[in-house]
């Protein structure tokens, strides 16, 4: 499991590395940094991490004093626990849940807000499919997890085989009456 959190540390410390690229005005600097990110995922799943390469900043561009007086520092988000998995089509995976994007290093102040699954491909661990919370709209309470549309047809998140074990690292929030639950599950 050592491995695997090292992998997701490293992928949501690139990831936050992107977002503070994008308020850099840095585009060149920007694109690298979002090829890197977007290569720790297989194909297809890399198209749903919420980050692409730009031709230009857009609305984003900030003049240098804006940057000066203003810094936009993203932190990598929170991960609060991490599951593994005996998987029939991927053998070992294991999912890291995740706090939203973060400007705060205080975990308390965040939920658990996506999940992403990490697989061996080819001898590197990559992500290989991603789920976030499913709110329900006319009720606005969290009733469980959502797959992405990206994920491979073959990654059912509702079976995602024999629960091996979870390491928990950080307790998150529980303002929306779910994550504290989830994370004291094991699964």
């Known amino acids: ?33 979002v090829r890197e990110f977007r290569s720790m995922a297989i194909e297809g799943v890399e198209k749903g991490l919420g980050i692409s390469e730009r031709t230009d900043f857009g609305i984003f561009t900030r003049t240098e004093k804006e940057i000066a007086d203003n810094p936009i520092t993203y932190k990598p988000r929170h991960l609060y626990k991490l599951s593994a ?10 999912v890291a849940y995740v706090s939203s994007t973060t400007t705060d290093s205080d975990p308390k102040a965040y939920t658990i807000f996506e999940a992403f699954m990490i697989s061996e491909i080819e001898d590197e661990l990559r992500i290989i499919g991603t789920m ?7 009720t606005m309470k969290v009733e469980g997890w959502k797959a992405s549309v990206y994920n491979p047809s073959d990654l059912d998140i509702k079976k995602l085989g024999e629960f091996i074990e979870t ?3 950080l307790e998150p929030g529980n303002r929306d009456g779910f994550s504290l639950d989830e994370y004291l599950k094991d699964k």
Request: hydrophobic letters at 30%; proline letters at 0%.
């Open 132 to 138: 976030i919370k499913y709110k329900n709209r006319s």
């Open 85 to 94: 998995y005996k998987n029939e089509i991927y053998g070992d995976i294991w």
């Open 1 to 33: 499991m050592e491995k695997v959190k090292e992998f997701i540390l490293k992928f949501l410390n690139k990831e936050s590395e992107c977002w503070n690229r994008l308020h850099s005005n840095e585009l060149d600097a920007f694109n690298q940094e």
């Open 167 to 169: 390491e928990r690292y």
